[in-house]
C-alpha cells in the first residue's frame, strides 16, 4: 500500500501528505510528457514493447469488446488491443473492439492523440482524464482493463484495484504491467545499479529532467514484491489471480477476473 497509516505516502525515498502525491506525480508526468516515448525505447532499449506485446497476449483482445487502458498515458496499450481485435477470424463480421484511455495527467493524454494522429481506429478511442482512485464511469461496463506502469503511481493502490473491479463486467479481466523485483539477489542488484546511475543521467541528457527520473527508479524500487502485490489484488475481490515474471522479474504481468 503506497499511503501509510498516519496519512502519509510514498513519493519515490520521500514521505510525503497522502493527499499531495497525485499533484506530485502530474508534476513528474507533465515534465516527462513530450519525451515519454523516445525515454521508454533508450531506458529499455525497446524491451518494453516486447513486454507490452506480451501484456496484449494475456488480454487477448476480441472484436466487440471495451477496455479501460487506465494510467494509459500516450495510448500504446489501447491501439495495440484494438489492432490485435481487428486481426481476429470473426472481426470482419462483428462489433470492432474500443477502448477508452483514463490519465490522471492531460499532458499525457495530449501527446499521445499528437503521436497518434488520425489513424483509421481513432474514432473507437475516447480519451478520459480521471484518477485511477475515483473513476466517472458506471460499474459493470468494461470486458477488460489494463494498466501499464501506472499503478505503483496511485497513492491509494487499494482504491484502484477496487474501482477496476467495480467497473469490469463480470466474466472481465483485469491486467497490470508494473516493475517488480528479481528473481535473484544478484540480478537486483545489478538492474539496481543500471537504474540509479544510467536513467537519471538519461532523463538529464534526453529530457532536460533529472529529478523525474530520479522519482521513477526510486517508485520502482518501493512497490511491493510480486506475492505482496497479488495479495493485494485478491483483497480487492478478484479471483484466479496470478503473476508472471518477465526478464527474470524486471517486470512482472499481474491478472485477475471479476467473478
Not at 512497490?223 to 522479474?249: C, H, T, W
Request: net charge neutral; proline share 4%; aromatic share 8%.
Amino acid at each position: 500500500m503506497n499511503e501509510k497509516n498516519d496519512g502519509r505516502a510514498s513519493f519515490g525515498y520521500r514521505e510525503v501528505d497522502a493527499g499531495a502525491k497525485a499533484g506530485l506525480v502530474k508534476g513528474v508526468f507533465d515534465s516527462v510528457a513530450p519525451n515519454y516515448d523516445i525515454m521508454n525505447d533508450l531506458m529499455s532499449a525497446g524491451v518494453h514493447r516486447v513486454w507490452k506485446a506480451a501484456l496484449i497476449d494475456r488480454l487477448n483482445p476480441q472484436p466487440g469488446e471495451l477496455l479501460l487502458d487506465m494510467a494509459g498515458g500516450t495510448g500504446d496499450i489501447a491501439d495495440a488491443f484494438v489492432a490485435r481485435a481487428d486481426t481476429r477470424p470473426r472481426a470482419g463480421d462483428a462489433t470492432p473492439a474500443r477502448a477508452v484511455i483514463s490519465d490522471i495527467n492531460s499532458e499525457m493524454l495530449a501527446a499521445g492523440r499528437a503521436r497518434r494522429g488520425a489513424p483509421p481506429r481513432g474514432d473507437r478511442i475516447t480519451l478520459l482524464c480521471a484518477n485511477a482512485e475515483n473513476l466517472p464511469l458506471p460499474a459493470s461496463c468494461f470486458d477488460a482493463y489494463a494498466i501499464a506502469f501506472g499503478i505503483r503511481n496511485v497513492t491509494h493502490i487499494e482504491k484502484a484495484l477496487e474501482e477496476a473491479r467495480r467497473v469490469l463486467k463480470t466474466g472481465g479481466r483485469f491486467c497490470c504491467l508494473e516493475f517488480s523485483h528479481l528473481e535473484t539477489e544478484g540480478l537486483q542488484k545489478l538492474y539496481d545499479l543500471y537504474s540509479f546511475n544510467v536513467i537519471p543521467r538519461l532523463g538529464a541528457a534526453v529530457a532536460k529532467d533529472r529529478e523525474s527520473y530520479q522519482y521513477l527508479v526510486e517508485s520502482i524500487r518501493r512497490f511491493p514484491a510480486q506475492d505482496a502485490f497479488a495479495a493485494m489484488i485478491r483483497e480487492a475481490g478478484f479471483a484466479r489471480v496470478k503473476y508472471e515474471n518477465l526478464s527474470a522479474g524486471i517486470v512482472s504481468i499481474h491478472s485477475g477476473w471479476k467473478i
